[in-house]
């Protein structure tokens, strides 16, 4: 059982020690990794994803429950405890929805009945992620961007169940931020957002800033901040709510705005 990640600092880009030594990661943390482009960010996860042992150019260590991962979790797929979700996915399969979440339920369990309860709930989890529902007899390659990203975060958390979870900016493909949290959090697994966007940052238990190819510092969410994320969702909520509108080719009258100062 995995109860911690770790990341043993390594080299920044100038090769200069990483100036956060360690980083510990239990279960049930939602953390974000935050920095301009090209501070190192994707980089890092990549370090995670594949178990760096000072192998890589940055010079990271992972560890699991505090020692070197085994072997397994490199070279066996079906026992890697990290699924990784990245904004540019595309399905290659044209497999209808359901027949998909079916396929990949059935290899993760023998037992039909127990298939079946999995692809519902990864389903009905999609499908709070995303504006637009997603239809079981679909197309895999259909699906839009939104709803492909939120079935990929279901299918990671749901059927694959993997303790370590991911997710490479999901917040350009549109899908519900604040409620895909707050369905994270009902599961014990560390959740690990690359993010711009400051309503996931606020939302986090901490963020670890990147610059030049290093974690700088490690920031935890204060109580000031937990209010202010508060302001942050009612902004973005009237700013999705404005997108909608324009999408559905109707008129802005600004009523939107005026509650948004009203509310500030």
Sequence with gaps: MIDMISILGGYGKHAEPEAVARIDM??????????????????????????????????????????PPPDEYRDDPARNPIALV????????????????????????????????TVHKTLAFANQLTGEPIEVESRMTELSGGQTRALLIADATVICNTPIVLLDEVEN????????????????????FVT?????ALLSDYRLVMESGMV?????????????????????DTLSRLRDKIRKGERLFGDELEDLACNS
Aim: aromatic share 4%; glycine share 6%; net charge positive.
């Design 86 to 117: 990245t904004q540019h996915t595309t399905f290659l399969s044209d497999l209808p929805v359901r027949e998909f979440l079916n396929t990949h339920a059935r290899i993760r369990s023998s037992d039909p009945g127990h298939s079946r309860d």
């Design 26 to 67: 239990k279960m049930g943390d939602v953390v974000s990794v935050v920095g301009p482009t090209g501070s190192g960010k994707t980089t890092l996860i990549n370090d995670l994803e594949l178990f760096a042992d000072a192998n890589t150019p940055t010079g990271r260590r992972i560890l699991i429950n505090g020692q």
């Design 173 to 192: 493909a549109g899908i519900h931020r604040t409620r895909a949290i707050e369905l994270l959090r009902q599961h014990r697994k560390i959740f690990i």
């Design 196 to 200: 711009h966007d400051p309503r996931i």
């Design 216 to 236: 700088v510092r490690v920031l935890r969410t204060d109580e000031a901040e937990r209010r202010l994320a508060a302001k942050v969702s009612h902004l973005d």
